[in-house]
């Protein structure tokens, strides 16, 4: 790397950032601040993202964009490098790539090889997300809730208290009674899959967790399968290692691979040569029968994943933990818009799995 240019507000101007070994001086957004660099990456907030994200395209950069602003573009590519990196490749000009949402990436890396070796009829997925999801603000509420859990606070960052809770709230409401995280993972599951019509249904929560997301995960399939077939396309994807030992208590557990913090989590051993993995898998479960005689059970599967990441400190940086269960999804609909077309009886079959990140 040749050269680095953080940017910031004017409140941050000259304020240094160590890279590398090098410090690198803030700098504020003006014309021609992009010229000269090959990669700017935006975390910022759609309204900064849409104005100046084309301008860094327009000179001569790629921008990969990490608001909403752009994910639903039809003319922006949506990527997760593990499930369409193809669509991106040495011989592509500077373009916007959008990032999508975090419990959207997880949900996906696991999705792709059913999708492409069964079919998926229908996905019905449940968050259950950690404050980290929330930024630094999320995260100070639970430690200080937590510090004074004997006395009543105010929420802040939360529309209600976090300790000892869970807010089945992120993000606003719409008419139809879906909050906009839940819009987001229904519409950007479709398009990373490019899979305009495939019927998908989310419901998200906000957990007392400092970090790992976790999802519950019903799926149903589009040919019947055994339960060794799943585990076998599952192990077949980049970035998946599967974890299916649960009688040994070999679960994936967000705290295991996030990092040792004493009194938080147990110790972190990552495996040898592991390094590189994006989701642990396990705990497959055969459905049981539902509904009518003509379902077929064997068409949808239980499973629990772990996502994470290595960040630039060589933490893990876990995105998502799903778990498959539909009845959640029942309960949550039932307060408000229309339940997902299929009702209880869901499909030709169903499963579960399980999946964890910040």
């Known amino acids: 790397m040749q050269n680095c240019a953080p940017f910031a507000s004017e409140n941050s101007l000259g304020k240094k950032i ?9 700098q504020v957004l003006k014309d021609g601040c992009f010229d000269g660099l090959d990669l ?20 001569g950069a790629f921008a990969v964009d990490n608001s909403a602003a752009f994910r639903m573009d039809p003319n922006t590519v949506l990527i997760v ?51 980290s999801g929330a930024g630094q603000g999320g995260h100070d509420e639970l430690i200080e809730q937590t510090s004074n859990h004997q006395k009543p606070t105010d929420p802040k960052t939360f529309p209600h208290t976090i300790l000892f809770n869970c807010i089945p709230q992120i993000g606003s409401f719409n008419d139809e009674g879906y909050c906009s995280e839940e819009v987001k993972i229904m519409k950007e599951t479709r398009k ?20 790992a997301h976790s999802e519950s995960v019903w799926v149903t ?20 290692v ?26 972190c051993s990552p495996r040898p040569g592991k390094s590189k993995d994006v989701a642990d898998v396990g705990c497959f ?33 876990l995105k998502l933990l799903q778990l498959a269960r539909p009845d959640s999804l029942r309960l949550r609909r039932s307060s408000g818009a229309p ?17 964890s990140g910040p």
């Open 285 to 317: 479960r055969q459905h049981p029968q539902r509904g009518r005689p003509e379902r077929h059970p064997d068409r949808g599967k239980d499973l629990l994943q772990l996502i994470k990441r290595p960040s630039d400190d060589g933490l893990f940086n």
């Open 40 to 59: 700017v990456f935006f975390s910022s907030g759609d309204d900064i993202s849409a104005e100046w994200a084309p301008k860094a395209v327009a000179a």
């Open 81 to 131: 490098p593990e499930v369409n990196g193809d669509l991106v490749n040495k011989d592509s000009k500077p373009q916007i790539i959008a990032n999508p949402n975090c419990s959207t990436i997880q949900l996906v890396v696991a999705l792709k090889p059913l999708l492409e070796k069964f079919g998926l009829e229908e996905v019905r997925v449940s968050t259950y997300q950690a404050v």
């Open 221 to 240: 399939l589009n040919k019947s399968v055994s339960r060794d077939e799943v585990m076998v396309a599952l192990q077949g994807q980049e970035g998946i």
């Open 242 to 267: 599967v974890q299916d030992e649960p009688k040994k208590k070999r679960l994936s557990l967000g705290p295991r691979c996030f990092w040792q913090r004493p009194g938080l989590c147990g110790p």
């Open 192 to 211: 990373i899959l490019g899979q305009k019509d495939l019927k998908v249904s989310a419901f998200t929560v906000r957990i007392p967790a400092l970090n």
């Open 18 to 26: 160590e890279l590398q070994g090098q410090q690198w001086p803030c």
């Open 339 to 355: 339940a997902p077309p299929g009702g209880a009886d869901l499909g030709r079959g169903g499963g579960h799995f399980l999946t």
